[in-house]
């Protein structure tokens, strides 16, 4: 099943620069790296 298209959200900032923002659905997901991946400075945030 196909879910639908989410909108693109427009932004203007000065100086005519412009974005899109994608509405993305509430959720839980863990930040920080894997701590067996090589050259890992990162510690997973549980905030």
């Not at 693109?8 to 991946?37: C, Q, R, S, T, W």
């Amino acid at each position: 099943m196909t879910q639908p298209a989410l909108p693109l959200i427009e932004e203007k900032l000065p100086g005519n620069i412009a974005f899109d923002m994608l509405l993305v659905e509430g959720g839980e997901y863990h930040m920080g790296g894997a701590e067996e991946e090589a050259g890992n400075d990162e510690s997973p945030y549980t905030g």
